[in-house]
Every structure is written in C-alpha cells, then in structure tokens.
C-alpha cells in the first residue's frame, strides 16, 4: 500500500486523517464498538489497522513508525466543530486510549509537528512579515537541535535550581528507591558521581550489562523533575533537596534508563547538528547582498549622501467609520535614543479628509542612524490618544522606502507613560494586536527615497581594526582587586549610579554634572558602561543637529562607541538591564548585552526573565532580534522557562508579545502545551466560580467558603489536577475540596488544596487564587529578596578577611507567585506558617500589647516535654535568666534563626520601603524563621489614616515582642544577643550599598511594566535615600551605616506603630 509513497527526504506531509469506524464486515451489527482504525494518507491512500480496546495514542505511534515507517514527527488531534471557512482542532494526550479521549467526532487527525500557521499574527505589516521567515527558519534549526541533543525526560521535567547552597551541611542521606539503598553524600557531590556510584554497585551485584542506546538518569521520586548529569551543580543546589533538608525529610531518588535522542533522519547526511546561532548576522547579510544585486554598495550608504537630500516623507489618514468623533491633532516628530532630532508642525485631521500631507526635515538624510524612530500621535479633546512608533530602518539595515501601512496603538490611560510633546518615543514599536478593537485608525505613509543603507556588520569590523583606544577600566580593575584585599572605601559606583538616573530622567538629564572619569575610560568603574555610552550618544546627538553638520564626525564618535564597547570587560548582569532600554537603541550596544545574558546558566535566566522579557516585548525594534531569539531559545529548551514566558504574554497585546507567543505555542510541544492549556481552562473556571460568588449576597466569610464548596463539588474532583502552574516539577493531583476556604480579606482569595498526584498519602499542595489584585509587585519584591539573600551569601564565602559567616544564611523564606493576568494570580502556601495576629489569637489575646507572646508560642512549638497551655501566657519576672532551669525556653538554633531572619528582613524591608507592616502581614514558623508578606505598598507608600495621618513612618519591624525573643527573655537591650543582631543589620545594610548597582539594574526595566508604584525614573529616588547614595558624591560607607543604625534605634521606639498594631487586632479579632 505504501509503495507508491514519495520517500522522506523529499517529502514530509503536512497532515493526513485518522478515522475510527464500525467494521461493515463485522458479523455483530449490534456492536457499536469501532473495529479499525482507517488512516487516510494526504494522497488519498488508506492504512487500515485492527483496533484495540486499551490502545493508546502513543502505541498507534509506534505500529505506525515500525509497520509503515510512518516516521516523520506529527500530533494527534481532534476536530471539536466545522464551519464553512473554519475547522477547530484539540490536541491530544497520548497516553490515552481511544475509548477515554471522549471524541466529538469518530475520526482522529494528524498535523505535522512544528507547522507554524501562515500568518502568525493578522497585523503583521509586510515588513514584519519577511522578519517572521527568519525567526521561524531559526526556530525550526533550534527545535531540530533541541529533539536530537537534549532527552525528552528532561525537557518535560527539568529540575529546579536554586541561586545558592545550603550552608552548615556536613553530609546528608539519599534514598534510592526500588534497591533500597541509601548513599551519604558531601556538599560537593554531583549528580553524575552519585550515578556513578549507584551503577558500579549494580555491576557489582548483578552481570555487567550495558547498553548504548540509553543513559541512567535520577528522578525526584515525588518531583516530575530529573537531575541533571550533564552539568556540574551539587546535589544542595537542587531547590527540592533544600526542601528536603530543611524540612528534615527523607529525599527519594529513582535511577532510571532512558533512551539517549537519535540523530534525525532529516539531517542525516550530516555528521553533527549545530546549535543555531542568535546572533542574525549571516542572515543578514544575505538579505544585503539579495536586496542590493546589480547594484554599487557604496553608493547606497547613507554617509556618501550629500547633505542637500533631506529626511521627508508623505502620509494619509485613512477615514475611521467606527470614530466617535471627527477631530483629532496629529503629531509627528523624529527621534534617536529618545532624544527629539525633529518635531513637525501639528497638524488638525478631519476623519473625513483623504488628502495626502507631505513632511519635510532640516535633517539631511546621511545623519540618520539606525534605531531612529519615526513617532506619530492621534490626540482629541475626548482624551483619547493614540501613538505609533516606527523604525525607519529595516532590519536589515536598509532605510524604509516606498509605501507601508500601519495601525495606530491605543494608549491606555493608566499607564503613566512619559509624554514628550503628545508623542510617545519611549513606547514600544510597531502596531500592536488590535484585531479586537471596533475603532482602528489606520495611516499610509510613503517615502521617496532609493535604497539607502548603513555599514554591515564587516564593514563595520573592517573600520574598528583602524581605532586605536586605551583599555577602558584598567585603572578601576586594579582598585577592586586592591578593595578585595583591603576595605577600602570606594564610592566610584555610587557616583556613577547617580549621574545614570539623573540623565535617564527627562526633568533632569541637562542638568547632571559629568563625573571626571568620563573624559578617561580607564579610570571609570567597570559597572560604569551604561553611563559611558549615554555620554557618546548624547554627543552624538549634538553632533546631529549642529548647524554645520559633519557625517564624518557622527560615524567617528560612533565606530569609536563600538571600539569602546568590544574592548569593556564583563560586567554585572543587572547592569546589562540599562543597555536594554529606548535609550540605548543601537543593535551593538544590545548585541552585546545579550551576550552578557547569554552567558546565564538557565536557573539564573529563569531569575532575571522578567525584566529581560520586558525589554523584548518594549525595546525591540524588530520580530528577528537576538534578544528574541535568546527569550525562545531558553523557552524552548527548558520548561520552567516555557511557562513563565507562556503567562507573562498570555495577555499581551504587543507586536513582539503576540509573535514571542505564538511561536512558543507552536513549537513547545504536545505535551507541554495541553497541560498549558489545562492550566488556562483551571484559571477560567476559578474565574467565573469567583464571579458567581460575588453575584450573591453572601459577605461573611463562613458564608462565602459554603459557596465556594458548593461550587467546587459540581465539578469532579479529578478534573482539577495538572501541572502546578507555579512549578513545572509539581503535579496537582485530586482537589481536597474539603480542606478549601475563603481568606477574610477585602479581596475574598481562595485557598485551594490539593494533593500531590506523585505522593498522594503524604503530601500537599496549597495555593492562594486572588481575583482583584495585582501581584506583579509582589513578584518584583521577592525578587528583590532574593537577589539581597544571593548577595549576602555570595560576598560571606568570598570576603575571608572578614568574619561575614553569620550572612551564610539568614533563613529568608520566601514563596512563588505567578500572576495569569493583570488582575489574577496563584500564591504558594508556605507550610507551618502563622501570622503574628494568628499566633496571638491561640493566646486568646486580642491586642499586641504583651511582649512574651510570640516568644511562649515559640516555646510551645519546640518543648513538646513541657509545653505551655494555648489561651495562657507565663508571667515572667524582669531579670528572667534564660538558663533557669524552672522555666522552659526556646532551643538556641530557634533563636539563631528568629534573630537571622529578623535581622534580614529589617534590612531588606527598610531598603525597598515595605508599607503596611501590620501583624497579619509578618508571619513566623514553629523554628524561628520570621518573613513578611503581601507587598502592595513599597517604596516608601506608607499607609494613611483617612489619607491624612501616616499609621507608619519606617520599613523596620522591630517591636517589642520581637525584640523580648531577639534578647532571650532580657529587658534591656544591653545583651550580646542584641549586640550580634545589630551586627547583623549592619553588615547586610553595608554589602547591599556596596552593590546597589545590581538593585537599580534590577529595577530598571520594570519601570515600563507600569506598577502601581514604579512607573516613573523618579521612584527609585526612594532607594538612593534609604541607601544614603542622595548628592552628586555618596557619602562613604561609614558614615551611611551609622546613620541606618540611628534608623534601627529609632524604630525600636516606634509609637506609631505601636499604635497601629492594637487598633488592627482590635479590628481583626476573633470572633466568639
């Protein structure tokens, strides 16, 4: 039957049908149970297979590939309904057999893996439309890299990692299971060791047996994650073996053979599959050479243009039926790095008008460089704007020519977007997905000009041979090294944080004074690249509109920028943040940030993801970046990764959004994308269960979680369970709905419970779903957090000539949030954790007033001989000794983390000006780990009362209960206890303000995210205060941490929020 087949090589079909029928030759007519399967081949040719009745997807896949060398990658599908012009398909699960996939219709069908439908987004222009072939082609490459290189197991179920090691762990016991066998393992000990020593245990035991078509991989037993051998990670660096180990469980490993990726039969005449490149280089210069053929290439170049032939263009305003209105004033200008080159004359547009305008520049056209942007705005009197940004150069380099369409971009009037003269040049580019929008303004523009273009990337490397520069930072470099080894003070990266806000600030970038180091590079701090280039562009851009304009000069002072940047060593990731921005447009400056990124092992680049996903969605000028590139290539090849991009942009209206997303749709896979799309239909039902419940009169919170059971209960229970959208390695199994509630606060969220599908009887997992709030602030604020806790951990291993052990580990905790949308979002539980109110409610007391409080509830949690009745607190003498025997106390190592943990916490909250610290918003576990939650008031944005009086004047926690545990029971804070716990303070604040660079790098980009809180450059003035780096030379590091010790002084005394934490237990008392 399949001899008239054309061969593989040649031919891959794009889908063919599967159809399951009653055998007509069947001698049971009464059986409506299908007897075979018919394959119907795209040329019309049938494969008939007899039919089994527990069957699945996966072992019809296997008939066919062996049988009928059906080998060509495809997915099995099912047609839910047909139209005239419209058919709608639903992957399936191939684990599931043909009598449980429930299908609408009898017959199954089969698409081509990989098939990325033309066109990918509708309002794609022309332009874009020769951008996506590239990425796709790239795509395509990257995915055929990705099947043959990395194993299946592990790109389903990579492991999770964590930032740093637990630190104090001498050994620690690793369970196999199935040989019941236990290994003891150092902190060092790798993956690939322990396999190593599981296997030569076996080959001792058994026959040597090997095979080499498979590789023994280990697998968490209640984790759908499996380590990684390849790599060099310890064993402790494995977030679940620190979960573990924390937790004092034991850790279950299983050793399984899986089978190693075979070369693909589409590359097999070749010996080695490459790993496509990000970088477009050679693409584009291919698209130079196609689209210059027949042509001389230095008569194109923009420099060899005479300074007569000006900048100008033609545009029409298409008539809007839908408008509400007929005027509008139209605005236009042209920009370079944010910086206004043109601004054109308004104009008023009647919605009836057809006319053609012409625009016309001072600006001859061979001063224009790439990245200059083309900037439109519809405003009216109804307050409706609408902007459009354009590059007026190809990604190819060439300029923009002929005729082009484009839409206008709705701005929406929350986001606090910074308006230069009702134009928007700091906004992303390109039309946005409006297909859902009834009012669409469209504009026609038109340029006369022939085929202009700038250097390519060999010309450009051609001319930086020429450019003799001194090597930037060598003067610094040897300062740092001589740092290291010394404590000296160095403020140069104070400085040079300061002048970087003050010009990325339009109220004040004409007015930084420039540091002396600018006019010598070598003396300049490594972190200080961003402040270098902003000096050149601005240069650059005076160059552009002096009166005698010299092209000679522009491209000088910019082929030495690249001199400069090719020749700058490394520096920190978050600094590369600030190369990412609409200040910064040209494509070498964000090559080589990139790069940098690019250097991130996987778990870091999951960690930074998303201010490097804002600055694709925003920044980029192009689908075909290699940020873009970079952003798929790590969703592709690792899951986590995959699904954190899938909900950021799962509601993303953006040009470069919408592309990024459906890409990674289609190329993620069966599999990983119907457990997407089961977290999506979980979302929806929580959504409108929420919505239904709000529908009734029910307000009190009893009433409210009958609702929600009732609720619940009409769906079965196991149609709740899928991969947790929080942790690719967690499989939400049954929902306990028993167990589930509504929390007692203004936005009424859910806490639901379910069980783990891999440990059923043992485990749990409980979330958070909250409907109304903006978590995107809470994500940026743990953060924070842990980039602080990486920082004190990192400089107590690197710094020995200091004694920094007690920062090796401050016992942070910290907890995952993943918002769904702008208004929804999932919170992980953290377990065996009570709310400072919750702990003073088991007491029966309803005030905050008694200091021993938090410190009996520790006793009860860890003397189990000897606990102290719940409703009952021991009065306790004023000179308590915590070595009387009469007395139960709290262990040491509880109290060593009460004091960690609280002393991380003081400082962290007082940098990021936590708000709304109230007992309800600090909790605390049974040993001694205290951390705060809920932040929707930081930087500074203390609550009110009535709006008028602050209930709170400092980030510092340091209450009276907090304080009585911190000094064991002492009255007076004359203690070595309170001695080392100021210590502790002290030397995160100072490690912190060595690197506030990494903080403000980190915060950066989230500025165009549009929070609540930081929407503006003039946010972060609040951490240049609490750090102490206000002025245009810091103050030493000395003098800043006596002044953070006056803080924590000051807030020990604190009335105000004495005040405040009676009047909220009095209002959240329990009720009788």
Known sequence: M????????????????????????????????????????????VINLKRDEYKTLAEIRQVLRKRHSITWPFHFLSITHTFINDTGDLLLDEQQSLDTLGLVYP??????????????????????????????????????WRDTTIPQEILHAPPSISQTILSNIDTFLVHIERRDKSYSCSPETTCQQLIERIVNDEHKSKFDYFNSSTQAMLKFSYRNEFLLPTESYPLLQYSYIQECLQKNIQINLQLIYIEIPKKSKKSRQINNIIEPDIFPSTILQQKLIISTKNIDLDQQLLPNQLSSILFRFTFRLPPSPLAKQTLFQFHSGTYYARRCLYSFDQVTWNNTCIEEIKQTTTLPIASFLPGTLLCFALTSKQSETYFLNINLFRSNGFLLNGSHDY??????PTYNIANNKHLYPDSFIGSSDNESTTIKYEIKLKFDFPSYRFYSNEEITEKLIHINMPTPTVVTTAKQQQHQESSSDDVGNGEALNYLLGILNDETQYLVREPAWLSDCSLAPIDALPCVLHSIIADIHRSILAKNNNTATIYNKLFSMYKLIDSWPPMSFEMCFFLLDCTLPDAHIRSYAVSQLARLPNHLFLFYLPQIIQAALQFEHYIDTPLIRLVLKRALCHRGIGQRLFWTLYKSSTRNGRVMYEVYKTYCGLTIYNDLQTQVTLTLKLNTINQRIRQTNVKDASGMRQALLERLNES???????????????????????????????????????????NPKQERFELIYKIGDDLRQDVLTLQVFRLFDSIWKKNSIKNLNEDLSQLLNLHMTFYDVMCTSETTGFIRIVPQAYTILNIYHKFNTTTTIKRNVVYDWLVTQNNTSQKIPLGKTVRRGPRDIPGDSTEVSVPNNVLMKFRKSCAAYCTAGFIIGLGDRHPSNIMLTPDGRLFHVDFGHILGDYVKFGNIFPRETTSIVLVEPFLYVINNRRQNNDTNDYREFIQMCLQTFRLLREHATSLFGLLYLIIYARLPLLNNISNLNYLRQSLFLIGEKPCETKHAIKAYKRKIESAENDTRRFLDWIAHAFVHKPQR
């Not at 079965?716 to 509504?742: A, F, H, M």
Request: glycine letters at 4%; charged letters at 20%; one cysteine or more.
């Open 107 to 144: 017959f199954l069908r089969i698409s081509a893996k990989g098939e990325l439908p033309s066109p990918v987004c509708k309002w794609l222009s022309l332009i874009d439309q020769s951008d996506i072939k590239s990425l796709t082609q790239f795509i395509e490459e990257l995915v055929e």
């Open 407 to 412: 839409t206008f971009n709705l701005v929406n």
């Open 716 to 758: 079965e229970k196991n149609s709740w369970r899928c991969v947790s959208p929080l942790d690719t390695g967690c499989y939400l199994g049954s929902l306990i709905v028993d167990e589930c509630q509504v929390y007692d606060s203004f936005m009424r969220p859910f806490k639901l419970v379910w069980e783990n599908a891999l």
């Open 2 to 45: 399949l001899e008239d087949l054309p061969g593989y090589d040649y031919y891959v079909p794009s889908e063919c049908y599967i159809t399951a029928f009653e055998d007509s030759y069947s001698n049971n007519s009464s059986s409506c149970t299908p007897h075979t399967i018919d394959i119907l081949l795209p040329d019309g040719l």
